[in-house]
């Protein structure tokens, strides 16, 4: 009896502290870029209109209420700008991710078959990379990219080219960026259901006569998928929103919906509009998560 | 029928090539295979012959290389020496996949993403036979393990019992030639394990398929195979059929492994007609029978199974005493062990050693039994006996 009493609380307060987390960390400021994007821009502080002012009075209030719009969401749809934005997002992560898989997945399956203190090894080599400060290594990509770096230096010694690569501002160079700065999220959920994977399972797989790649397609595979969903969740979301790599990467002749955002909010003052398309991001981003707790719970239910 | 037999067809064809007859030659021979993996010797040397229709027991303790030895014959390690021949063809360094044999896991190894259905099929469709004739094979191994309207289900909604057979039918849909087990029922419980034993027998006889079974329980091993190789640190030690295994030991070590056993040392050697006298320091003088191979000069040892010992208060009648009474071991029950069938009894004796006796309980009630520190009269006759050399 005294026990529960003892426990009984903390493990109440355990279990609402992610929704007060939710609520004021994600929900609160939500409401507030929601209430942006349907206000219209102003030459005031704060550089938008209608202002809520609870001491206004009641009537105030309604009149603020009725002068919201989604006037700035049309605006999103109607110009082009902000449909190329969205689509190159999408092209970039789809790519992006589809080449982080292919290079990923087989590092996580050769570590999964490496010895087990070997294992750990790899595994620290996977991520010793984010000891470091994430635009400083940015900042190195620039060095080995750029007109006399370390690439172009390496590729003329060897004769492949007679005169320096244009590598740097081009989607080249934001291609091995993002696949560079992503690959150990790829390669960590994809280990780890590999890893945990029985390895008597190949060798049935063998021994009733599946060549090593059939078993690899029809054994390992299939049972890897878990990780495989969640390593391209871990990379399209954050992909979708990137402004860094891009922006120091990549040429600026066409821009992704991180880097739109950016100009719109800092260069044109338009907090509204960047509201607006911050919030078709987040709902464009919640489909595919949606969709992918959904086949999780499926499994799951079959796994009864 | 002609189809359980191809086993043994396929095995005379290929002898022929050979001139050697299929029944001399066998279906499976290991010849002086060793595998080491680094500089620990797995399996070093080992020569053996199993011929089609045998049920084989690979016998040992843990590390002893029985599940290496079995690795190899299903291709998952290539051996460092020797030759492996199936059916006369060397198949020592093919890749699983291309081998006429398979293999049930030790934990079964289902493909969990798969249906029951499907893990049976699975090997039939690598290969390559037609879609009716899988459907026709996969409802025949169902019926064959009992496993009717289960078909849909998925691994992990099955009971162990049950993963079990999904995993032996998978195993026999190829119509193998030779069928590995690796320790097929150390993941069932006892009562299971013993009908599955039977089932397996049973299946075996009915199939008329060569298995080779690894175990680490001799009581499995006893019960199941038609004969057991008892493995030691990488080497065959002894290849017996059970009751010659148990009864006929080839060495201490053997005769301990398998079942339990009275070890006493001999001292001293001393012919009598057909019998030897060995002086032991913890039971004094015992008679036994002489052995068919002649006895050496090394050290030697008198072994004698606990239920071959018997048990009175004062010595056993006059009558029967001349031959089965010879040895007449005087002591104090020490301990009682009651193991429901039989009971055992540890006599400490007399002369400073302690024998174990096992008793059957014959009686349901107490009357015959002994109580701790009684006097007790332990005896047994010279063809009990065992003599050890090594």
Same mark, same amino acid.
């Given at each position: ?60 209030? =309604? ?10 969401? *049309? ?15 999408? =092209? #970039? ?19 999964? /078959? ?9 595994? #620290? ?24 770096? %370390? ?44 890893? *945990? ?62 880097? =739109? %955002? ?6 044109? *003052? ?33 796994? /009864? | ?28 021979? +290991? ?70 044999? !398979? ?16 893990? +049976? ?211 104090? +029950? ?26 059957? !309980? ?10 701790? !520190? ?17």
């Amino acid at each position: 009896m005294n026990s529960r009493r003892i426990f009984a609380r903390p493990a109440r307060f355990a279990a609402i502290a992610p929704y007060v987390w939710m609520v004021l960390f994600f929900l609160v400021p939500f409401a507030f870029v929601l209430k942006i994007s349907l206000s219209q821009t102003a030459i005031a502080q704060p550089p938008y209109e209608p202002v809520f002012d609870l001491t206004a009075g009641w009537d105030a209030l =309604t009149s603020a209420f009725a002068a919201l719009s989604i006037d700035n969401f *049309k605006l999103l749809i109607s110009d082009d700008i902000y449909v190329f934005a969205y689509v190159r997002s999408l =092209t #970039v992560a789809i790519i992006a991710t589809a080449a982080l898989l292919l290079i990923g997945y087989p590092i996580a399956y050769g570590m999964a /078959r490496l010895p087990k203190r070997w294992q750990a090894v790899a595994m #620290v080599l996977v991520i010793v990379p984010f000891w470091t400060s994430f635009l400083i290594r940015i900042y190195a990509w620039i060095n080995i990219l750029q007109h006399d770096g %370390l690439l172009n230096q390496i590729l003329l010694a060897l004769h492949l080219v007679s005169q320096p690569v244009v590598w740097l501002s081009t989607d080249t160079a934001m291609y091995i960026g993002i696949v560079y700065s992503y690959l150990p999220f790829m390669i960590l959920p994809l280990y780890a259901t590999l890893a *945990k994977m029985e390895p008597a399972l190949e060798e049935a797989a063998a021994d009733l006569g599946a060549p090593p790649w059939q078993a690899f397609w029809l054994v390992t595979f299939p049972l890897s998928l878990p990780g495989v969903g969640a390593g391209v969740l871990l990379c399209v979301i954050p992909i979708v929103g990137e402004f860094v790599i891009p922006d120091l990467l990549a040429g600026s002749n066409a821009l992704m919906i991180g880097q =739109t %955002l950016w100009l719109e909010f800092f260069t044109n *003052k338009d907090w509204p509009v960047a509201s607006a398309a911050a919030i078709v991001l987040l709902v464009m981003l919640l489909v595919p998560l949606l969709l992918y707790e959904r086949l999780q719970k499926q499994q799951l239910e079959q796994g /009864r | 029928m002609a189809e359980e037999l191809s086993g043994t067809n396929i095995a005379a064809e290929a002898a022929g090539a050979d001139a050697l007859p299929a029944a001399e030659q066998g279906l499976l021979r +290991i010849e002086g295979v060793a595998k080491t993996f680094g500089t620990f010797r797995a399996v070093d040397g080992v020569s053996l012959d199993i011929k089609a229709g045998e049920f084989f027991a690979l016998l040992g303790p843990s590390g002893c290389g029985k599940t290496t030895l079995l690795r190899m014959l299903a291709g998952f390690e290539a051996p460092d020496e020797g030759r492996i021949l199936l059916g006369g063809k060397d198949i020592a360094q093919a890749l699983p996949h291309e081998r006429p044999v !398979n293999m049930m896991f030790q934990n079964y190894a289902l493909f969990p993403h798969l249906s029951v259905r499907d893990n +049976i099929a699975f090997g039939l469709k690598r290969a390559g036979m037609a879609r009716a004739d899988i459907a026709t094979r996969v409802a025949e191994m169902v019926a064959l393990v009992k496993l009717e309207g289960l078909e849909k289900r998925k691994p992990d909604q099955l009971s162990g019992g049950q993963r079990q057979r999904v995993a032996l039918a998978r195993a026999l849909a190829r119509r193998p030639q030779l069928l590995l087990l690796d320790e097929p029922l150390a993941a069932l419980d006892k009562k299971l394990r013993e009908n599955t034993q039977a089932e397996l027998m049973e299946l075996q006889r009915r199939l008329g398929m060569t298995f080779i079974v690894v175990t680490h329980d001799q009581e499995e091993a006893m019960t199941m195979a038609s004969r057991i190789g008892v493995m030691k640190a990488g080497k065959l030690v002894q290849v017996a059929k059970p009751r010659e295994l148990y009864e006929a030991p080839r060495s201490r070590w053997i005769a301990e492994f398998v079942g339990d056993i009275n070890l006493f040392d001999g001292e001293s050697k001393l012919r009598d007609g057909h019998r030897l006298v060995i002086g032991t320091r913890d039971a004094g003088a015992l008679v036994v029978a002489e052995p068919r191979e002649p006895v050496g000069a090394g050290k030697l040892a008198v072994a004698i199974r606990p239920e071959k010992v018997k048990l009175s208060r004062r010595g056993p009648a006059s009558e029967a005493g001349h031959q089965s009474a010879i040895n007449l071991l005087d002591g104090v +029950i020490a301990d009682i062990c009651y193991l429901g069938g039989t009971t055992t009894y540890k006599v400490k004796l007399d002369s400073g050693g302690v024998l174990q006796a096992s008793v059957a !309980n014959s009686a349901r009630l107490d009357v015959d039994a002994y109580s701790l !520190n009684q006097h007790v009269v332990a005896w047994f006759g010279p063809d009990d006996c065992m003599v050890l050399t090594s």
